[in-house]
């Protein structure tokens, strides 16, 4: 009977000790990448993840394309053929054109009689009609004088500056007409109105010496103190010295020794402030 006992305890400590031989043979020669596949996190394909996301946030650098050429500007083209008039009479340099009304003539300076065209077309042919015409002894043909007189006679068919008064001192179109135009060879200059105005007949450039910037201001404010039934203004148009400024001067309807006078201010062109004093 314990012959029996310990040869079963013998057989169950040698089965125990062999389960034990092979648990230790597992663990220790085990391969390492087995162990640590495992247990290891895995964050290289995180990082590619989040490196794939600042892709797509960022946004791809900008790539040089061709430059782009600056507009150029159209090259004027006068609509009155200079050329052809100058054929004919040098004498012609502008066209003055006012909005809705039959003035639309040619601007002419005889360089060495200032009174030709008062009696002389533009063709240099006699006529009482005259012309349209500035001095040369006071503006030259560039438009450039701080003050230009451009006169025409009254006439009563309404030639020249025959409705100058009619249309001006109507307050309806002084309103709504604001501007004019004078068209050279190389530009076609828009003079903003400012007043129109019943005058004495005094000349007024050899009066006055608009280049000295407080003869020129102190003049304009003389012609905004008018007081007549016929004056119009635009007052918030007013010239400073550095404009230039086109006068349209004729005689006074109702008294002929006097004049109406037309008076704007040049918006574009050339506005290089000429030299006061």
């Given amino acids: 009977m314990r012959r029996r006992y310990w040869i079963i305890l013998g057989l169950a400590l040698a089965v125990a000790a062999g389960a034990f031989l092979a648990l230790a043979s597992m663990t220790l020669f085990a391969p390492k990448d087995l162990e640590t596949t495992a247990l290891r996190p895995t964050a290289q394909p995180q990082a590619e993840t989040s490196a794939r996301i600042a892709d797509m946030s960022t946004p791809p650098a900008a790539t ?11 090259p004027y083209v006068s609509p009155v053929d200079f050329a052809a008039l100058r054929a004919i009479n040098p004498d012609v340099f502008s066209w003055l054109v006012i909005p809705d009304t039959e003035i639309n003539y ?38 450039t004088d701080p003050v230009t007189v451009v006169y025409g006679h009254h006439m009563l ?29 190389t530009a076609a200059l828009v003079y903003e109105v400012f007043a129109a105005v019943p005058w004495s007949r005094e000349h007024l450039l050899l009066e006055r ?14 012609v905004f103190a008018v007081r007549d039934l016929r004056a119009r203004f635009r007052e918030e148009s007013a010239p400073e010295a550095g404009d230039r400024v086109m006068i349209l001067s004729t005689c ?26």
């Fill in 64 to 74: 040089a394309g061709p430059a782009e050429e600056p507009e150029t500007a159209e």
């Fill in 106 to 143: 040619p601007v002419l300076r005889d360089p060495e009689n200032d009174r030709f065209y008062m009696n002389h077309d533009s063709d240099r042919n006699f006529n009482g009609n005259g012309a349209l015409f500035v001095e040369a002894s006071y503006n030259g043909d560039t438009l």
């Fill in 157 to 185: 068919s309404g030639l020249m500056f025959g409705y100058l008064e009619r249309y001006y001192s109507d307050s309806e179109y002084f309103d709504s007409h604001p501007t004019f135009t004078v068209y050279t060879p």
């Fill in 209 to 222: 010496d608009f280049t000295d910037a407080r003869t020129f201001e102190d003049f304009f404010l003389t």
């Fill in 252 to 277: 006074l309807s109702s008294n002929n020794t006097q004049r109406f006078l037309v008076m704007g201010k040049l918006l574009n062109g050339d506005l290089t402030p000429y030299e006061s004093q």
